[in-house]
């Protein structure tokens, strides 16, 4: 089976770190430690589990992040190495599975939600899991599958981007025949988004700032306009295209990065104050602040929230920030990690008009160097989600 | 133990002292900054550097000072009391300048404690360059036993009986520590007069206005303490003698002896805060050549 | 007798000629034909300034001599025009330093005690002291400041007093301590016909609610133009405010008027005519224009902001408003006014670095159209320059450059509202209330040195008539994304720009190039 693999090479991932952001795409994809391998089938490692053949599966902004050396090693002992990455994946069943929840037959098109819990390493449930917050679970490196806390970072399941991995019959939703397998790809994504925005109590008409544009960023602006009665949402966005698609799904206002906390400013009311060293902030601003960047902008974030008002890390925050605001604002950080429950509503939103477009650069598992530079560079390239089809050649 | 372990249990060195241990420590007096050591022949050579080398050039380049009356200090054999207005920083700097240097080395500068000897280093430094001694304003204790300890001591002192800088240019109304002085110890007082310098460079500022503004000193005739003279009677007498000065350098010396109650003048005119200032910032006529000179 | 204005027609032999552009000029050869519009000679100043103030503040006009209403326990307010007059600021002493100071003399022999003296800047931006202290001189400002010399403010609610209200509707509301002053001297420059005069206290002492009723679009696109008083609806009204003011409070009103000398020394050649120039001048041009070329962005600006006009008096008039202005207005037309006849297609302005708005910072692209379609498009009387549907074409880089400090509202303005319309009834009715009242906005016009939020807008209102007016507006070496969103186009050189105007006013137009500064108008018969 061919199967891209992220492998322990310290020197590689020291390496990629080390690398300033703009060198990203032309150099992370020969840099980070990452090879094309033929490796064993995974099997089943329990009752429950079944093969599937991934059809589509996207390249996340997590995974760019661990390419390019930049996920805390807090993760670390959560993980088995080696590993085959890709936890956004559209697949087809291959054996007919049966369990109480229905019937699965060959060739049944699913997406997988990746969280690893409890029920799908056959020890039983855990505190969180007992509770219902499956994506919460303490025991992703427990029970009868190796550590990992999604599929995509376990060495036992295998991965998206691979011919075959393993999933638990718990993992997998099946995909209405309606929707194309690239709009269905961004369930994931998302679910994450949906579960970002249920996360927190948001008034109607409240004022909300998504800050990053990325495919995060635009799911949480639809979720937001979908599934809550939130007032103006303004957009930070970087590139055009993200500002064009923003405005499409619903956004009231785009910003440019350099203009953020003037144009918040007008938008929610407050002044500007500049201090003598840094960047300026708000008093006064957003009720509410999606920080979908992965850490870049997580310091505009927490600078342009209204006091008492909240900070949603949709992102995984990848540098360290000044707190002060958190603590003279009296803000609310809330995280949102993956999702619970939230893959019906997720499939549902997935056929929104809005999302067409969104995968446009599918490739094959040879070209992955390009793959990579492609979804490293994807905001300047006019792209938003680039995936594996690792069917073709 | 180890001896890395020792070395970092000894780093706690300036832990403080347990609760249950502290002394018992009176409570210190508040002693006026020790300024002896200023009079000793080292500091005074020093001080010849400073000030004569380095403030006066510094002062005599910024501005242009005039000075007039000198010659009637050639006289004084023992120590005065030297009593002027006051109006800026640069007021000491002018006048220890243009002391002849027989004087200039022996003159103590009263400066007020709150101001000038708050901090030690800005203490150190004006007790260094100008010979200073501290001069409690409040009026706590005895302010002025060291400066009659000094003029004991053969020191001439110079004081601004006004207790501080003028805030429109004009003169307040005199304390009366220098009259004290005097008819305690019987000392005369020298009348000292410097006008400009609230121009020059008035409360708030730290250099000198640029394009060398015009300054003047103008001493006067030493006024003695008479026999059985009360403090406020000299008193008078000296402010009126400063108040001539100020006279004479605006309407010349003739003008001044027939000037009624010369420390009046001085005072300037009893109105809007904003003409006070406009009047004492009157711009200096060009100068003309006189027939008669003063 | 100096010598008159003169409409020049390029001919094979006349040189390249001087052309500014934002923080530089250069020299620039115009098609065959082009008619270029000259100023006349620097009038001769006063010869004895002092003598000249006394004069009209003992002998003024349609009113008792300064002197005689000068009583002890009266409360005299003195009112001056801020930082935005005149341009470049005049060497020091100021004129209204000197006339200041004689009026403060006159008061202090008369035993005035309540004086205060207050900054006409309306909805400018503060002054720091150091400006002020420019303004009023040394001994003035060591007399008042800080408590008895300050900058309006037009948002202190406290401190406004409603005077009343036109027969049109306007209502008038002045600073207080002015409104209840038993005299105003307010002590002015005009620069061009549009100061001065009534507009001195009605606007210079104004609150929004007060400007809103001459400063708004209408009465923009009928001001024809804004330097032609009679012709101006902007100054009827200032007329009607003024005649409110007068039956509410005393004005004694002192008005100088400058000559053309605008530039220093070694720059003395940007005051000349090309063809004049000698070969020291032609040195000190390539020496400069080289030095200015060379020297990095920073510096440069600051050397060009701390340009002091050797501006001379030519002439200074007190006494009652309507008396004085007309003679000042007389001279400034005398200084300014060159007769031309008929309009043509196109009208060249090369754009300086300096409009009123940015004394000691930058020049926004928003102050750039507004000098260019605002002020210099207005400096005619009779016609404009160019005739309706014609092309304007200006020279100014216009990068996308603001400061932060002085022109926070303009930032907004420029992403906010320009990225959506450029039309200013547009504008005008959508965004200019919640400028005009922005917290944040009126937090920094009071407190730090902010121009007001609503003034960005007014800026765009002074272009509103030429908007109306031209068919296209060409910026020869801007920024083109700047351009664009200013909705003008931009051209590389003038012979790009004129193959560009040529698809609104055809292949062979009539090029009129108005060459200023120094201050020109034109009088188009």
């Not at chain 1, 996360?199 to 306009?225: C, E, F, N, S, W």
């Not at chain 1, 006019?382 to 594996?388: P, Q, R, T």
């Not at chain 3, 100043?45 to 006394?54: E, K, M, Q, S, T």
């Not at chain 3, 320009?418 to 504008?427: E, G, K, S």
Request: with cysteine; net charge positive; glycine share 8%.
């Amino acid at each position: 089976m061919l199967a891209l693999e992220y492998h322990r090479s310290p020197v590689r991932y020291l390496a990629a770190g080390r690398l300033p952001s703009r060198l990203h795409p032309p150099a992370v994809p020969s840099l980070a430690p990452m090879r094309l391998a033929e490796r064993p089938e995974p099997a089943p490692p329990g009752p429950g589990w079944t093969r599937l053949r991934p059809l589509l599966s996207g390249i996340c902004g997590s995974d760019l992040a661990l390419l390019a050396g930049r996920v805390s090693p807090y993760l670390s002992p959560l993980v088995s190495l080696p590993f085959v990455p890709g936890h956004e994946i559209v697949a087809e069943v291959i054996d007919e599975v049966f369990d109480e929840t229905g019937e699965l037959a060959p060739g049944t098109r699913v997406v997988v939600d990746p969280v690893l819990s409890c029920r799908t390493r056959g020890t039983g449930p855990c505190p969180p899991c007992a509770a219902g917050h499956a994506n919460r679970c303490d025991r992703v490196n427990a029970g009868h599958v190796s550590p990992g806390l999604q599929t995509g970072f376990c060495a036992d399941t295998g991965g998206g981007w691979a011919e075959r991995f393993v999933a638990h019959r718990s993992q997998l939703h099946p995909v209405p025949g309606s929707l194309p397998s690239e709009q269905a790809l961004l369930a994931e994504p998302l679910a994450c988004a949906v579960h970002a925005v249920r996360r927190i109590d948001i008034p109607r008409g409240a004022k909300v700032v998504v800050v990053g544009a990325g495919t995060v960023g635009l799911l949480t602006v639809l979720a937001l306009r979908e599934l809550t009665a939130a007032g103006p949402v303004t957009v930070i966005a970087r590139h055009p295209h993200q500002r064009r698609r923003a405005r499409a799904l619903g956004a009231t206002d785009v910003l440019e990065p350099r203009n953020a906390l003037r144009g918040v400013r007008r938008a929610t009311g407050g002044t500007l104050v500049r201090p003598d060293l840094g960047p300026a902030h708000l008093l006064g601003g957003a009720d509410v602040v999606f920080e979908c960047t992965g850490g870049q902008g997580l310091e505009t974030a927490l600078r342009m929230t209204r006091a008492g008002g909240a900070v949603v890390l949709s992102g995984m925050p990848s540098r360290p920030v000044d707190l002060t605001p958190v603590w003279y604002r009296e803000l609310r950080v809330v995280g949102s990690y993956a999702s619970r429950d939230d893959f019906a509503t997720a499939l549902d939103l997935a056929s929104h008009a809005a999302l067409g477009g969104f995968v446009d650069g599918v490739y094959p598992l040879a070209r992955w160097r390009d793959a990579l530079g492609h979804a490293l560079a994807a905001g300047r390239s006019g792209s938003v989600k680039v995936a594996f089809d690792p069917r073709a050649r | 133990m180890r001896l890395s372990e020792e070395i970092r249990a000894l780093r706690r060195g300036r832990a403080p002292v347990t609760r249950s241990a502290e002394p018992w420590v009176p409570r210190p007096r508040p002693r006026p900054f020790p300024t002896d050591w200023a009079r000793t022949p080292a500091a005074s050579a020093a001080r010849v550097i400073v000030r004569d080398l380095g403030l006066r050039t510094l002062t005599w380049t910024s501005t242009r000072p005039r000075v007039h009356g000198a010659d009637l200090l050639a006289g004084i054999d023992g120590p005065v009391v030297f009593a002027a207005n006051h109006a800026s920083h640069l007021d000491t700097p002018l006048i220890l300048g243009s002391l002849p240097p027989r004087l200039r080395r022996d003159v103590a500068v009263g400066a007020a404690a709150d101001y000038f000897f708050d901090a030690r280093w800005r203490a150190a430094a004006t007790a260094l360059a100008f010979n200073a001694f501290p001069i409690d304003r409040n009026g706590t204790g005895r302010p002025l036993d060291l400066a009659a300890r000094l003029l004991r001591d053969g020191w001439h002192v110079l004081l601004y009986p006004e207790g501080t800088r003028s805030r429109d240019g004009w003169m307040r109304r005199f304390r009366l520590g220098a009259a004290v002085l005097c008819t305690d110890l019987g000392v005369p007082a020298v009348p000292v007069v410097v006008r400009g310098t609230y121009q020059a460079m008035p409360r708030g500022g730290h250099w000198p206005r640029p394009g060398r503004p015009a300054v003047t000193v103008r001493y006067g005739r030493p006024v003695a303490p008479r026999e059985g003279e009360s403090v406020r009677e000299f008193g008078a007498r000296l402010e009126d003698a400063v108040g001539r000065l100020w006279v004479e350098h605006d309407e010349g010396w003739w003008n001044a002896l027939r000037a009624p109650v010369p420390r009046l003048t001085p005072r300037g005119p009893a109105a809007a805060p904003w003409r006070r200032i406009w009047e004492s910032t009157r711009p200096v006529p060009v100068a003309r050549r006189r027939v008669w000179p003063r | 007798m100096t010598r008159p204005g003169l409409v020049l027609e390029v001919d094979e032999r006349t040189p390249p000629l001087l052309v500014h552009q934002g923080e530089g000029f250069r020299l620039e050869r115009f098609p065959l034909g082009t008619r270029v519009v000259y100023p006349p000679d620097s009038l001769p100043g006063l010869r004895d300034l002092d003598a000249g103030i006394a004069d009209a503040l003992h002998h003024p006009l349609g009113s008792e001599p300064l002197p005689d209403l000068l009583k002890p326990g009266m409360r005299l307010t003195i009112v001056f025009d801020d930082l935005s007059l005149p341009l470049p600021p005049m060497r020091a002493p100021d004129v209204r330093q000197r006339i200041i100071e004689q009026v403060l003399e006159l008061a202090a022999r008369a035993g005035v005690d309540d004086v205060e003296l207050v900054a006409a800047n309306a909805l400018h931006r503060r002054m720091t002291p150091a400006e002020i202290r420019h303004i009023v001189g040394e001994r003035v400002f060591a007399s008042f400041w800080p408590d008895r010399l300050r900058n309006h403010d037009a948002e202190d609610q406290g401190g406004l007093l409603a005077v009343g209200v036109t027969p049109h509707g306007e209502e008038v509301e002045i600073n207080r301590r002015a409104a209840e002053s038993d005299l105003i001297v307010y002590v002015n420059i005009t620069l061009v016909a549009m100061n001065g005069g009534a507009k001195s206290v009605a606007v210079g002492l104004a609150s929004y609610r007060s400007l809103r009723h001459h400063h708004n679009v209408h009465t923009l696109r009928h001001s024809r133009s804004f330097n032609d008083p009679p012709n101006s609806a902007m100054h009827h009204s200032y007329h009607r405010m003024h005649r409110v003011l007068s039956d509410a409070v005393k004005v004694f009103h002192v008005e100088a008027t400058l000559n053309n000398d605008q530039f220093p020394g070694r720059f003395a050649f940007l005051n000349r005519r090309e063809w004049e120039w000698t070969l020291t001048d032609q040195a000190a041009f390539l020496a400069a224009r080289r030095a200015n070329e060379l020297a990095p962005p920073a510096v440069r600006r600051r050397l060009w902001h701390r340009l002091r006009a050797p501006y001379q008096v030519t002439g200074v008039h007190a006494g009652a408003t309507e008396d004085v202005h007309a003679l000042t207005l007389e001279n400034v037309y005398r200084q300014q006014l060159t007769e031309v006849h008929g309009q043509s297609d196109v009208l060249v302005l090369g754009l300086p670095y300096l409009s009123p708005y940015n004394v000691g910072s930058v020049m926004n692209p928003i102050l750039v159209a507004c000098l260019g379609l605002g002020y210099y498009f207005n400096m005619y009387r009779g016609r404009p320059l160019v005739r309706e549907g014609g092309v304007l074409i200006m020279y100014h880089p216009m990068p996308a450059e603001f400061d932060p400090l002085h022109h926070p509202s303009y930032i907004d303005f420029y992403e906010e509202v320009l990225t959506q319309t450029t039309d200013p009834a547009t504008i005008e009715t959508k965004f200019e209330e919640q400028y005009a009242t922005d917290p944040w906005y009126v937090h920094l016009y009071r407190n730090s040195h902010a121009y007001h939020g609503v003034h960005p807008f007014y800026m765009w209102y002074w272009g509103a008539h030429a908007r109306e007016h031209l068919g296209d507006v060409i910026c020869v070496g801007a920024d083109r994304r700047t351009a664009s969103r200013l909705g003008f186009r931009a051209a590389t050189t003038l012979a790009d720009a004129l193959e560009m105007a040529g698809e609104t006013v055809g292949r062979s137009p009539g090029v009129t190039y108005l060459h200023t500064p120094p201050m020109t108008m034109a009088d188009v018969r």
